[in-house]
Structure formats: C-alpha cells, structure tokens
C-alpha cells in the first residue's frame, strides 16, 4: 500500500520560519511533490524533488531523501496569505513501469500564520 | 498564464441521476486526471487519460464512472447513478509529458463541488 504522513496542524508568526515534514511508503517512486491548498480551492504547484538535495525557490524550499522516505518543505519569512493546507504527494510508477503514474496525497498540513 | 478550467463550479443532483463533469486541459498537454476530495479528506486519484484511452484507474472507479474526450479540448467525468457519497470536490489535472523533471507536473482545475441529496 501507499502511506503517507505529514502533521495535521502547525502554526507559526508572520516572518518566521516553519518546516512542514512529510514521510512516505510507496511501492514505486518518481518524485515527490508539495501543493499548497486555499480551503474550497484547486492544489497549486509549489516544488518538486526526484534528486536527493534541496530545491530552492524563492521563500519555499523543498528537501528529498529517497533512502529515508522523507521530505519537508521549508517555508521562509511567513506571510498571513501563507495560511492554507500543504499536501505532500508521491508519483508513482504504473503498473508498466511507465511515469504516467498517479499523485498518492497525504491529508494536508493546516498551517496558519498569525500575525 | 494556461491554465486548466472545469464547469459548472457546483452541482446539485438528487441521488440517483446523472452528472456529467466537464474540464478543459491546458492546451498541448497529454495526460488528463480525474481526483476527488471528500470534505476534510484527502485529494483521491480517480483515473488517468493518456492516447484517447484509459491508462490507469483506482478502486474508487467503479462501473458507476467513466470519463471521456469527446472532442480535441473537453475532458469529461460521468457519473451514471450518483450516490450521496459521490458528494465531493472532484478536480480535473492535466500534465505536459513531453519531457519530464520540473515542468512535468500535474496541474490542477478549480474543481467542481458535487452535491448529492
């Protein structure tokens, strides 16, 4: 099966620093993924990892570890407009073998932002 | 900036009809996916379209589903006989796949929220 964990809630002040972790078990793998998520709205795309390392794009920063099934997104100098879910997905690999695989979503990180 | 579109944004049916769900892909993308989101639940896969065919669907599809693309733009989800637990957000995404890495992402529609009674 595929299981994927990353916290319910967090929150942080306007300015800080917040690290958003996420944990993975999937039975194939290309790639991970973080969205952020408006209440009533689509998943926007926000970083992208398949290597090992750190993704660094603007205030948002996404770390992979393929051999510890880990990831977390970093997000700098928080925003109120930051408030909103954070989804950690996993891209699968298909029954063939082919990268036309699915996202696994874990539930969302609630991260509000006070000021 | 393209970006991927659905209608109606919310649809009321009564348990048992009909619904057919509507999205239109960013152009020159190749691959299409169905996903639901039951409130306060996680984002589900539902299907994914690729070569005018279905190339993977998930336990949740069953018989009651299908998708199509009747034409070189729409990309449609029916649901034959809804069921009050059908009632969620369903998103349409579409993604390159010409060439993959950083580009080669899913992106999502605003959604439709499908309301059963």
């Known amino acids: 099966g595929q299981n994927i964990d990353q916290p319910t809630e967090m929150t942080a002040t306007e300015g800080a620093i917040v690290q958003i972790n996420c944990t993975y078990q999937?039975?194939?793998?290309?790639?991970l993924f973080w969205y952020q998520q408006h209440a009533g709205e689509a998943p926007t795309f926000l970083s992208y990892?398949?290597?090992?390392g750190l993704e660094e794009k603007g205030r948002f920063s996404s770390f992979l570890s393929r051999s510890k099934g880990y990831s977390y997104l970093l997000l700098k100098e928080l925003q109120m407009k930051d408030s909103a879910s954070y989804l950690c997905?996993?891209?699968?690999?298909?029954?063939?073998?082919?990268?036309?695989?699915?996202?696994?979503f874990g539930r969302g990180t609630q991260l509000t932002v006070w000021p | 900036e393209p970006e991927v579109t659905q209608t109606p944004s919310h649809q009321v049916t009564q348990m048992g009809q009909e619904v057919i769900l509507r999205c239109v892909p960013i152009?020159?993308?190749?691959?299409f996916y169905w996903y639901r989101q039951i409130l306060g639940q996680k984002v589900e896969f539902l299907v994914s379209?690729?070569?005018?065919?279905?190339?993977?669907k998930s336990e949740i599809f069953d018989d009651q589903f299908s998708v199509e693309r009747p034409d070189g733009s729409n990309f449609t989800l029916k649901i034959r006989s809804t069921k009050l637990e059908d009632s969620a957000m369903y998103f349409c995404?579409?993604?390159?796949?010409?060439?993959?890495?950083?580009?080669?992402?899913?992106?999502f529609g605003p959604g439709t929220r499908l309301t059963v009674l």
């Open positions: 997905a996993v891209r699968d690999v298909d029954g063939r073998g082919s990268t036309l695989g699915r996202l696994y």
């Open positions: 990892n398949v290597l090992d």
């Open positions: 152009s020159n993308h190749l691959y």
């Open positions: 999937t039975s194939g793998f290309n790639g």
């Open positions: 379209f690729y070569n005018n065919e279905i190339s993977e």
């Open positions: 995404a579409s993604r390159p796949g010409r060439v993959g890495g950083y580009t080669d992402t899913q992106y």
